[in-house]
């Protein structure tokens, strides 16, 4: 198992920044790549940003491309999403998943294996 806790959401205004991170503990070497999603009120949860950690190659989403950058610390086991140039639209809760596989599928919800609680952002405009 993996678990995964979020932090670092918040209340800020449109063209502000905000760092959020995810701290994974458990079996993480069973892991293959760490994403985050989100999901707005109404809405399905959607895809922003996944990271491989073997080679740290980096996906996203067009919404948030250019604005939105992950990374990752594997010797902490951290995972983080630095979110700049935020709009009303990035208002969601994020998810920060882990993925035991899924090439070339890190934009897929249904190949990431562990969730974290979740984490609120607002921004407003």
């Known amino acids: 198992q993996v678990q995964l806790v979020e932090s670092g959401g918040g209340l800020v205004q449109a063209g502000d920044s905000l760092r959020l991170s995810c701290a994974a503990s458990?079996?993480?070497?069973?892991?293959?790549?760490m994403g985050w999603f989100r999901q707005a009120p109404g809405k399905e949860r959607e895809f922003v940003a996944a990271i491989r950690w073997s080679t740290s190659s980096t996906f996203y989403s067009d919404s948030v491309k250019g604005r939105f950058t992950i990374s990752s610390d594997g010797a902490k086991n951290l995972v983080y999403l630095q979110m700049n140039s935020l709009k009303p639209e990035d208002t969601a809760v994020y998810y920060c998943?882990?993925?035991?596989?899924?090439?070339?599928?890190?934009?897929?919800?249904?190949?990431?294996?562990?969730w974290g609680q979740g984490t609120q952002v607002t921004v407003s405009s």
């Open positions: 998943a882990a993925s035991k596989w899924a090439p070339n599928y890190e934009n897929d919800l249904k190949w990431y294996d562990f």
């Open positions: 458990g079996r993480t070497f069973s892991t293959y790549a």
